[in-house]
């Protein structure tokens, strides 16, 4: 009980790293935040940054594009793409693989 009040008041999380993995994308970069602010572990924290990058990316690009009406349907194919993307990370991280996106795994890898 002790061990886990301390890995608690450390900031660390008691949850697996793979579960924590998988929770940095569930809510977009809210959840990646999340996690990057209170877990140690450099897994968890690659994830949780790559969280940041890619879903912060993508609402400035529908929040950019959303109200040109020709590009909405670009947007909206941009989205549905990102929806199965979102999918293949929560997978990928809760299997325990580390995917880097292009770009993006690189930054994340940097800030882990």
């Not at 569930?26 to 877990?39: K, N, Q, T």
């Not at 879903?55 to 929806?83: D, Q």
């Amino acid at each position: 009980m002790a061990k886990e009040e301390e890995k608690m008041s450390s900031g660390t999380t008691t949850l697996d790293p793979k579960v924590a993995g998988l929770l940095a994308y569930l809510a977009g970069w809210v959840s990646g935040l999340i996690l990057y602010l209170i877990s140690k572990d450099p897994y968890v924290r690659f994830h949780a940054m790559q969280s940041i990058i890619y879903f912060a990316g993508l609402s400035i690009i529908n929040i950019v594009f959303g109200f040109i009406p020709f590009v909405s349907v670009i947007v909206m194919l941009i989205n549905l793409a990102s929806f199965v993307l979102w999918i293949v990370l929560m997978v990928k991280a809760y299997s325990g693989e580390k995917f880097k996106l292009p770009v993006i795994g690189d930054i994340a890898e940097e800030r882990a």
